[in-house]
């Protein structure tokens, strides 16, 4: 709970130095509360969410070394060998930092509608590679709908990716990791060419958009995109990089 101002306090106060995400509502009314674990390992992480219906979501999170057990023990009852999974992941990488807890599933727990006829399987599953990254997702049959493949020498820079029945669809880099090709076999692939405030997209039947950007690092933005079809869209925003005016 937050703090009740003194009679004689000027307002508005500051903000507090930061605050915890307890829930959303949207302009329809529509609502997600969320539930933090209170304590353990995933003390603070939110392992819940009810919606405006009243269901009931249960989050399971899993951590690194959870992975890695997990893993050698598929390995032992199947009768391979273990493969290189470690018990836990650098702390901190060029993402920001990392705790290595991921998301694993996700379960219908309750709904008031139909309170005896919850599914027996999580709604959605998700597999994680040994260095953390995200590398498919099951449905509710426990079928595989994506498919990620990353880079060997760069931890998350994802090559290719697919969704189950599809092409795969795969990335080039430059050397400062920047995509410089989308390359898809069954439809546009394109290419993306960098200059100092401005990035040019070329699709496979040749035509181009350009992108103009303004700002620094983490407040650079799209300011004008010039359309293939030759028109132009121009955009504005404020100091923290918001937009304000399209």
């Given at each position: 709970c937050e703090r009740v101002p003194e009679a004689d306090e000027v307002l508005p106060a500051?903000?507090?130095?930061?605050?915890?995400?307890?829930?959303?509502?949207?302009?329809?009314?529509?609502?997600?509360?969320?539930?933090?674990?209170?304590?353990?390992?995933?003390?603070?992480?939110?392992?819940?969410?009810?919606d405006g219906a009243g269901r009931h979501f249960q989050l399971v999170?899993?951590?690194?070394?959870?992975?890695?057990?997990?893993?050698?023990?598929?390995?032992?009852s199947g009768g391979t060998e273990p493969s290189a999974f470690p018990d836990t992941l650098p702390g901190y990488t060029e993402y920001g930092r990392d705790n290595g807890i991921r998301l694993s599933a996700?379960?219908?727990?309750?709904?008031?509608?139909?309170?005896?006829?919850?599914?027996?399987?999580?709604?959605v599953r998700y597999g994680w590679t040994p260095r953390g990254e995200l590398a498919a997702v099951y449905d509710r049959s426990n079928t595989q709908v994506r498919s990620f493949t990353y880079d060997d020498k760069y931890r998350g820079r994802?090559?290719?990716?697919?969704?189950?029945?599809?092409?795969?669809?795969?990335y080039r880099y430059d050397s400062d990791g920047r995509v410089t090709e989308q390359l898809n076999p069954a439809g546009l692939s394109y290419t993306y060419q960098y200059e100092k405030d401005r990035i040019t997209i070329t699709d496979s039947l040749n035509r181009r958009e350009v992108l103009h950007t303004q700002g620094e690092a983490g407040l650079k933005r799209v300011v004008k995109?010039?359309?293939?079809?030759?028109?132009?869209?121009?955009?504005?925003?404020?100091?923290?990089?918001?937009?304000?005016?399209?």
């Amino acid at each position: 709970c937050e703090r009740v101002p003194e009679a004689d306090e000027v307002l508005p106060a500051p903000l507090p130095p930061y605050r915890v995400l307890t829930g959303l509502v949207d302009r329809f009314g529509r609502t997600q509360t969320f539930h933090r674990e209170a304590a353990g390992e995933f003390s603070g992480e939110i392992t819940g969410v009810t919606d405006g219906a009243g269901r009931h979501f249960q989050l399971v999170l899993t951590t690194q070394a959870q992975r890695a057990e997990e893993a050698r023990q598929q390995a032992i009852s199947g009768g391979t060998e273990p493969s290189a999974f470690p018990d836990t992941l650098p702390g901190y990488t060029e993402y920001g930092r990392d705790n290595g807890i991921r998301l694993s599933a996700v379960w219908l727990t309750h709904d008031p509608e139909y309170p005896e006829n919850l599914p027996a399987a999580p709604l959605v599953r998700y597999g994680w590679t040994p260095r953390g990254e995200l590398a498919a997702v099951y449905d509710r049959s426990n079928t595989q709908v994506r498919s990620f493949t990353y880079d060997d020498k760069y931890r998350g820079r994802m090559v290719a990716h697919r969704h189950t029945g599809r092409p795969e669809i795969r990335y080039r880099y430059d050397s400062d990791g920047r995509v410089t090709e989308q390359l898809n076999p069954a439809g546009l692939s394109y290419t993306y060419q960098y200059e100092k405030d401005r990035i040019t997209i070329t699709d496979s039947l040749n035509r181009r958009e350009v992108l103009h950007t303004q700002g620094e690092a983490g407040l650079k933005r799209v300011v004008k995109k010039e359309h293939a079809d030759g028109s132009v869209t121009q955009s504005q925003f404020d100091a923290v990089g918001r937009l304000r005016t399209q």
